[in-house]
């Protein structure tokens, strides 16, 4: 047997790629993936995950033949991750797992009551840095994901309130008495990043530190079950609790429908 030209060499890296069967040879030729595909592939998964998270209701069985068939037509050698499986089989594990995983949140999130609430801002203030004070405050009164957070820009933040980009585009408005600790920052920070927030060389800070400093800080001042979506939460059940109209709600939180949103106000 000779030696494989570079092109063929290529062309069976693909080939186990789309296998996803390595057989005894265990390293993955993924990790030779270019760079450059590696990210599209993951933009692709990313999308269609957002777009299955969306979804709602069981499966269309009498819809997922022809679906199937359209796209082996398009693709015919397309990696599966489940060899075998089909489509509607694939897709409605995906569904039935994100449901079980909204209830598990529905009943183990549970929201801060007045107290606990208080108590964290005030802490905040004293303990933490201007920018860190800032995020949590801002994730409280705007009901925000940190990856939401960590995109937005300087320019978002207006009289108006703060305008999310992206899939589901909306303006929060900003109460008032949240005003004085967002202007702070906005004194402090850096005037050449476009970031509403960023660390210390110039750079946006990502959704895990976002995470990772309310979890910290709920450990600090003993609220060891502190995180993001605890103040998402809070922040919905605060406006239920003032009278606000459920569409009202979700539309704050950038949810496809009040469906999804009664997965934070229960309990």
Not at 206 to 223: C, K
Not at 224 to 241: I, M, Q, Y
Request: proline share 5%.
């Amino acid at each position: 047997m000779g030696r494989k030209s570079p092109q063929e060499k290529k062309r069976l890296s693909y080939a186990k790629d789309r296998r996803n069967r390595y057989g005894e040879n265990d390293k993955s030729s993924r990790k030779n993936i270019p760079r450059h595909k590696r990210r599209v592939n993951r933009l692709n998964r990313h999308r269609d995950q957002q777009v299955l998270n969306g979804a709602r209701g069981s499966v269309d069985i009498d819809g997922v033949a022809s679906a199937e068939e359209s796209l082996l037509k398009v693709r015919p050698q397309r990696w599966q991750k489940w060899p075998g499986a089909t489509l509607g089989a694939l897709v409605g594990w995906k569904l039935k797992s994100t449901g079980d995983r909204r209830e598990f949140e529905a009943e183990t999130l549970s929201p801060l009551d007045d107290d606990e609430l208080r108590g964290m801002l005030s802490a905040a203030v004293r303990l933490l840095p201007v920018r860190d004070a800032a995020i949590l405050h801002l994730l409280y009164c705007t009901g925000l994901r940190a990856t939401e957070l960590s995109a937005l820009d300087s320019r978002d933040l207006t009289e108006k309130g703060i305008t999310v980009r992206g899939r589901r585009q909306r303006t929060v408005p900003v109460p008032s008495e949240f005003r004085p600790v967002l202007d702070a920052w906005l004194r402090e920070r850096d005037a050449e990043s476009p970031a509403l927030f960023s660390g210390t060389c110039g750079r946006r800070v990502p959704p895990a530190t976002v995470n990772r400093l309310v979890t910290v800080f709920g450990v600090l001042i003993g609220m060891p079950g502190l995180s993001a979506r605890t103040l998402r939460k809070t922040f919905a059940v605060n406006l239920l609790r003032e009278g606000t109209d459920l569409d009202d709600i979700a539309e704050m939180l950038g949810q496809a429908s009040p469906e999804a949103t009664r997965a934070y106000l229960t309990n």
